[in-house]
């Protein structure tokens, strides 16, 4: 199991100094990843900043850690400029990147006080057609795409991304919806949520067998999993090892938005959990 460090794009975390000094922490304390929310507005009066910025601030810091959005709300975003920034930002990290990717949500109003589709039955349709573009895109061959919302006309884009066959894409989904773990079996992993925001280790279980009876290939997929931040070290990594053991091959940990700065890089620099006697 891998372990990453998982923070909102507002708060504390909006300042891209302090999400640099971060980056140095997470990699120094052991850490696989760092992951960073992609929201536009909150429901309170923090700051706020682009995810992408950040992430190439992490970049340039950093030699090791995989980084990207977990996640980002693909259908609020162009997919063609999706596309340049994740091939821009593989580049500038050595071919770190992995993209996490979810139809969004309107629990911060982002949707519907910008004027963004709020069905998400339209989202859905957007993602599918959004992550057949992105792929399409980063293959660096002339790409013509007609869907109901997005459309492209025989359009080339290079360089392609340093990694091969592609930038991995993980999809996010609430389960128990079948939906959106059949979207992910069709890529190259999953960041599920719980029925309430909590997902259990049964939970983790059922989602791997209903990924795997989904799956028509046999390539690596990963399942990655989110908890909030646990200062007792074996209380980490007893919850580290439950998960592993129902088929997580990630564990990202996250801190409240309203952290105090020193705090979160004290905890990161203490490093991931140990499990029988080292790393998961």
């Known amino acids: 199991m891998k372990f990453a460090v998982n923070v909102p794009n507002f708060g504390t975390f909006a300042d891209p100094i302090f999400f640099r000094d971060l980056a140095v922490a997470t990699e120094a304390g052991g850490w696989d990843g760092l992951f960073i929310w992609d929201h536009i507005l909150t429901t309170r009066d923090l700051p706020v900043a682009d995810p992408w910025i950040l992430l190439a601030a992490a970049a340039t810091a950093t030699h090791r850690i995989r980084l990207g959005p977990m996640v980002t709300p693909l259908p609020r975003r162009r997919p063609w400029k999706v596309a340049r920034e994740t091939v821009t930002l593989d580049h500038l990290s050595g071919g770190r990147v992995m993209l996490g990717v979810g139809i969004g949500d309107d629990w911060m109003g982002e949707f519907s006080a910008l004027g963004e589709p709020q069905s998400d039955v339209q989202r859905g349709e957007m993602l599918d057609e959004g992550l057949t573009v992105l792929d399409g895109l980063w293959r660096g061959e002339p790409f013509s795409f007609n869907g109901k919302h997005y ?64 799956r028509e290939t046999s390539d690596p997929f990963e399942v990655m999993v989110v908890k909030s931040w646990i200062p007792d070290s074996t209380e980490k990594g007893r919850a580290a090892a439950e998960f592993a053991s129902a088929g997580a091959t990630w564990m990202q940990f996250g801190f409240p938005q309203s952290s105090p700065p020193e705090d979160v890089l004290d905890a990161v620099r203490s490093g991931p959990p140990k499990v029988d006697g080292g790393q998961a």
């Open 151 to 214: 459309k492209l006309r025989d359009v080339q884009f290079l360089p392609r991304p340093v990694q091969k066959p592609r930038i991995p894409i993980l999809v996010a989904g609430r389960w128990p919806n079948p939906r959106p773990f059949r979207r992910a079996a069709r890529w190259d992993g999953v960041v599920p949520v719980g029925r309430v925001g909590i997902l259990t280790p049964d939970d983790c279980r059922s989602i791997v067998e209903t990924v795997q009876a989904a």
